[in-house]
């Protein structure tokens, strides 16, 4: 069917095939039988040429488990332009790099007046990123073609002002397609109310992935599971009763419980230990967080075979 439809555009308009593509702004996509791959690995390497890292010894996490940055941590200045070079590039490497994404956004905090130790974190990031070259996001053929999403919040994670951390991740068949770790803009009073605001956020991105996908002629007719770990922030979401609990919160995160009510969304709970979204909200142990990696679809070339392996590096 696909030739048959590359047949007649070539007729009806003056085209060239070019064959499968390859590479797409910086970044590699090999096609397979089994499904394609998406990575970022000559870009990776020329970071680590460009910041003196090409020779460094990798480590097997981008963060020390617990680790929490402040603006002030008694360090002296580092060299702000070289450490926004750093973090900026980091930040165009989570386009395929999800397990990326909370680091950078950690380090991205502290743009201005950033401190030795913020740099040496950022250089520890792109240490793990030299053991991980190969490493970009498998989307496997002939999945079920369901919007699934997992929203989850680290209550009070920033040092200097106590605010939560939201993160999000939603699948579509197979491995991550859309991903967020942002600081929330409120201060959360619980872990209920940072959950239930990671929530909103998240529903609101759904909201905008199934009017994405009705476009592309993949209507989603069910609604979107939205697995949460907190039963505090379901049962404040599905109950529509004003009451105290929820009294304090910013109305504009309320809207999740019309998305309810519509079958937009159907929260769901999980258990804590299948949270995906736990990798975008805090530093984690060395194995959960490689489990949450694999998890997200994130792997090495090598998991699609020999065949293709060497052209990672393209």
């Known amino acids: 069917m696909l030739n048959e439809f590359k047949r007649e555009m070539m007729q009806r308009y003056e085209m060239s095939d070019l064959g499968l593509l390859h590479h797409f702004l910086g970044m590699g996509i090999l096609q397979t ?78 743009m201005t007046s950033p401190t030795k130790k913020h740099m040496g974190v950022a250089r520890r990031v792109l240490r793990y990123v030299q ?15 369901t919007l699934v999403g997992f929203c989850d919040a680290d209550w009070a994670g920033s040092e200097d002002d106590s605010r939560s951390t939201s993160g999000y991740a939603f699948s579509f068949g197979s491995g991550a397609f859309s991903w967020a770790s942002v600081k929330q803009n409120t201060v959360a009073l619980s872990t209920a109310e ?15 992935l199934r009017f994405v996908l009705d476009d592309f002629g993949e209507m989603q007719s069910e609604a979107t599971p939205l697995f949460c770990d907190n039963m505090s922030a379901i049962s404040m979401a599905k109950n529509p009763v004003f009451h105290q609990r929820t009294r304090h919160i910013n109305r504009r995160y309320h809207f999740i419980r019309e998305a309810l009510q519509e079958g937009v969304i159907n ?14 909200t805090k530093a984690l142990p060395k194995d959960r967080f490689k489990y949450l990696r694999s998890k997200l679809g994130v792997k090495p070339v090598s998991s699609l075979g020999e065949a293709v392996e060497n052209e990672a590096t393209y």
Not at 194 to 204: F, L, M, R
Not at 271 to 279: F, G, M, V
Request: net charge neutral.
């Open 194 to 208: 940072a959950e239930y605001v990671s929530a909103s956020e998240a529903t609101a991105q759904t909201i905008w």
């Open 131 to 145: 053991g991980t070259l190969s490493y970009g996001i498998e989307y496997v053929r002939n999945q079920s073609a």
């Open 33 to 110: 039988d089994k499904g394609v791959f998406i990575h970022q690995s000559k870009y990776a390497k020329s970071l680590l040429m460009k910041f003196g890292l090409e020779d460094c010894k990798p480590v097997s996490i981008p963060l020390p488990t617990g680790e929490k940055l402040k603006k002030v941590d008694g360090s002296d200045l580092a060299d702000e332009g070289l450490y926004r070079k750093i973090v900026g590039s980091l930040l165009y490497l989570t386009a395929t790099r999800p397990d990326l994404m909370y680091a950078a956004s950690l380090l991205s905090r502290f």
């Open 267 to 280: 929260m769901q709970f999980c258990r804590s230990e299948e949270q995906l979204a736990d990798i975008f």
